[in-house]
């Protein structure tokens, strides 16, 4: 079995190396009495093997009192007694070849929604059936006292399910009605309540019909819908806080006698001095101080290429310092920096989903006045025509229960639950079913170019161009840097590369390029201008990057780099236009970079160089114009874009708050993700527009038999029972074809790299 | 139909039995992990139910 093979090493760089001791500190919980709890999400565990790799590996370490996995959320919950320093539990997993990372500790207090909810739906179904189990024995003909007390014992039972179960739906309808509006509980409120009430007034003055088992099934059948729905996002969002977190908890700060601590972000005040290692990123704004390096900037402002910093440069938080060990002097307070005033502008802009009305809600909105409209118009007119007040009611209220919207309650959740399965199978998660309904009714797309078209890692274009012997000493020297350049170029290279050639001190100039000796002759691979020796024009404008490498300051090759296109990116782009999309990129990047993607995708409209805020604008200002729009991007600098479209989409290696913003995310390389998003959301849609005619289908031939009194008890549980059960197949049919196996499980494990299968 | 008033009342008292072993067992936890529970099965050494980490060894 291949449960436990290391993963693919694809595009999620997780964590940042082993994150230290004191950054586990801050993510720990005090339980008092010197012990501390910690949750790491564990990507890694897949198997009986895993749990016993990992609860073994954590347990070894001194002052680990206790380990437990938990497989379905992929997380390890450790608690530990230490006097000093916590053990490193992360280095022991990374030992045994798991990836983990501290989790936030907020996420971790468990699920008091849903627990709530199951507790409900445990009583209504207990309640539910046994009603049920009377009803039946009243409709094969129980009369007399056996009937009044099965209708009694269901009186009975029928009040734990309206009152505990049934409080989900009052409290929702209430709260709606408080405000204005109306929603899919208020019918469903009124027809429960009303039902039970004239049940229970009809059992005390010995009735024939009782509708206690119509109330309680429906209440039954409407909390399964609310039930998956709830798990469904659950499962979402604990999948989405499972991934690393991008920004660090806390720095390290140097104080003013050269001592060195680790203090946690919200306690660093403006003009700290804190040291950013090499793969590190960088907490807060600053400048900095001491120190060469170069900057990964494609996270914050969307510039693919990397840029060098040395004293003096100006930095924002969320950058990646890739080579050099930094010192900065920060400017700014942790709720002041950059990330900070993008968490603002997303607030600010979130006005794209705040204001949709669910379709089960506008539905709602029109339903429940008509039906309501019928009922009393049904009493009027039987108090008019037989002046008995009693059957009038009774009658009124049967029409009530027949058009409780058992299936419309069902219709909706039942649809999005299914979808949001297919979509998981597929590796993309959805945040909540409204995503569904606003995804599907998209006109335009809006795309972030590095990150998002491009997948962030540059690669080699001329490869054929190059002279093997140059090709396979660059790749040599760049095989031991973590440049992102030096990569592309040492994985392209990887055959040119060959045993013979013998480097020796291959160092690494930040913001330069890398330097090697052979002897006495003097290798660079770098920026062309430090590679001759010579001052050169500047290349800022070209699309590509260009990397030259020299021999004692001769050229032997050029190297032209650009950012590798995402897998998948042009087959999207095309589809989505033939589908009469209009297709937009929006970037932060350089014009040149843009323009000669948009032209490779066959894009007409982009933006290049935009801020966060003009990206904002300009869906704002399309939103203006009556366009719905999908926004697609990963970085910091989309973040308030992705808050203002109508709805988003990032990848897994977005930055935190763009992950958080997106109402979807997708794990796998392949942008076609948006594609598939887009016809699953469709399809869902078309069925929940279906349910919805079964629904009213199903009233048009109930209300008539209702409305002249020809509603029994047994009759409506029947006709709900159907409808619910044709509401629910047909929903089914969207989960039809074959289920794919989640690739995205090889995405989340990069890095896992290649523990032991045989455990246990 | 003097047997219904036996039978009804331990149908249902069965019946809120089972209601409060699945509401006991939301409580202590056995839902939180259903994958897990079901891989711990195979592991030879950890056969213990979830305990309290306080008189845990």
């Not at chain 1, 819908?225 to 996002?233: I, P, S």
């Not at chain 1, 199903?698 to 044709?726: D, E, F, K, Q, R």
Request: aromatic content about 6%.
């Amino acid at each position: 079995m291949s449960c436990c093979a290391p993963g693919v090493e694809a595009a999620l760089q997780l964590a940042n190396g082993p994150g230290s001791a004191e950054e586990l500190r801050l993510a720990s919980r005090d339980l008092g009495d010197g012990t501390f709890q910690t949750d790491l999400s564990v990507p890694g565990v897949h198997c009986g093997a895993c749990i016993a790799a990992v609860e073994k590996s954590l347990l070894a370490l001194p002052g680990v009192v206790h380990a437990r996995v938990n497989l379905s959320m992929k997380r390890a919950s450790v608690k530990w007694r230490t006097s000093d320093t916590p053990p490193d539990l992360i280095g022991a997993l990374q030992a045994a070849g798991y990836t983990a990372h501290p989790f936030t500790i907020e996420t971790t207090a468990g699920d008091p929604e849903y627990v709530r909810l199951v507790k409900a739906l445990a009583v209504a179904g207990f309640c539910a059936m046994n009603i049920m189990l009377l009803s039946v024995s009243v409709w094969a003909g129980a009369a007399g006292g056996t009937r009044q007390a099965f209708h009694l014992i269901s009186a009975v039972l029928a009040v734990p399910a309206i009152v505990y179960s049934g409080r989900i739906f009052f409290v929702s309808a209430w709260s709606a009605l408080r405000h204005g509006r109306t929603n899919m509980d208020v019918p469903i409120s009124v027809g429960v309540l009303m039902a039970f009430g004239l049940s229970l007034y009809d059992t005390l003055h010995d009735g024939p019909h009782a509708y206690f088992d119509a109330a309680t099934t429906l209440l039954f059948f409407l909390l399964i819908g609310r039930t998956l729905d709830h798990l469904m996002r659950e499962k979402a969002r604990s999948a989405v806080a499972g991934l690393a977190r991008l920004t660090p908890r806390g720095a390290m700060v140097v104080e003013e006698d050269g001592s060195r601590r680790y203090a946690p972000l919200a306690e660093i005040e403006p003009g700290t001095a804190i040291l950013i290692s090499a793969g590190d990123r960088i907490p807060l704004d600053g400048i900095v101080t001491g120190g060469v390096s170069d900057l990964d900037r494609s996270l914050v402002s969307g510039e693919a290429a990397p840029q060098a910093a040395r004293a003096g440069t100006q930095v924002q938080a969320g950058l990646m310092n890739l080579t050099g060990m930094l010192t900065i002097r920060t400017t700014a307070r942790a709720e002041d920096s950059f990330l900070a005033e993008m968490v603002r502008m997303m607030e600010a802009a979130e006005g794209g989903q705040a204001g949709y009305r669910r379709i089960a809600d506008r539905a709602a909105a029109l339903y429940s006045p008509m039906v309501h409209l019928v009922a009393l118009a049904t009493l009027v007119g039987w108090v008019f025509v037989t002046g008995d007040w009693h059957a009038s009611i009774t009658v009124a209220i049967a029409v009530l229960i027949v058009t409780c919207p058992c299936a419309l309650g069902l219709a909706v959740p039942i649809v999005q639950v299914v979808a949001a399965r297919r979509l998981f199978e597929k590796g993309i998660l959805v945040k909540d079913g409204s995503a569904l309904e606003r995804l599907a009714e998209i006109d335009t797309v809006l795309f972030d170019k590095t990150g998002t078209l491009t997948s962030g890692n540059p690669r080699l274009v001329n490869a054929g161009d190059i002279e093997p012997s140059a090709f396979a000493i660059a790749a040599a020297m760049a095989a031991g840097s973590r440049h992102p350049l030096s990569a592309a170029i040492a994985e392209a290279g990887r055959t040119a590369a060959s045993a013979s050639i013998v480097l020796d001190h291959v160092s690494e100039h930040p913001g330069c390029g890398l330097e090697a000796r052979s002897g006495d002759l003097v290798y660079r691979l770098g920026r062309p201008d430090w590679a001759l020796g010579e001052a050169s024009e500047s290349v800022a404008d070209e699309a590509y990057s260009l990397v030259l490498l020299t021999m004692n300051g001769r050229p032997l090759g050029r190297f032209m780099l650009e950012s590798a296109i995402r897998q998948g990116a042009a087959e999207t782009v095309s589809a989505l236009r033939r589908q009469g999309l209009s297709v937009e990129i929006v970037s932060g990047d350089r014009e040149a970079a843009v323009a000669a993607l948009a032209a490779r995708l066959g894009v007409e409209h982009f933006g290049a160089a935009l801020l966060p805020g003009q990206k904002v604008a300009h869906i704002e200002r399309l939103r203006r114009d009556g366009h719905k729009i999908l926004m697609v991007g990963d970085g910091l600098n989309d973040a308030p874009a992705l808050a203002a479209a109508d709805i988003s989409m990032a990848p897994a290696t977005a930055a935190d708050i763009g992950r958080t913003a997106a109402g979807f995310v997708f794990m796998n390389e392949s942008l076609s993700a948006v594609d598939e998003a887009l016809r699953i959301a469709r399809n869902a849609n078309r069925l929940v527009r279906q349910n919805f005619a079964l629904a009213i289908a199903y009233n048009i031939i109930a209300v008539p038999l209702a409305v002249s009194g020809h509603v029994t008890p047994l009759l409506a549980a029947l006709a709900m029972s159907l409808s619910s059960v044709a509401v629910v197949a047909n929903a089914m049919r969207l989960g039809r074809s074959a289920p794919v196996q989640w690739p995205a499980r090889s995405m989340v494990d990069a890095g896992s790299g290649s523990h032991a299968v045989g455990a246990g | 139909m003097s047997y219904l008033a036996l039978l009804v009342p331990v149908a249902l008292l069965l019946g809120l039995a089972g209601l409060a072993a699945f509401l006991w067992n939301i409580r202590a936890g056995q839902y939180d992990d259903l994958e897990g529970a079901a891989q711990r099965i195979l592991l030879e050494d950890d056969d213990r139910p979830l305990q309290d980490p306080s008189d845990n060894s």
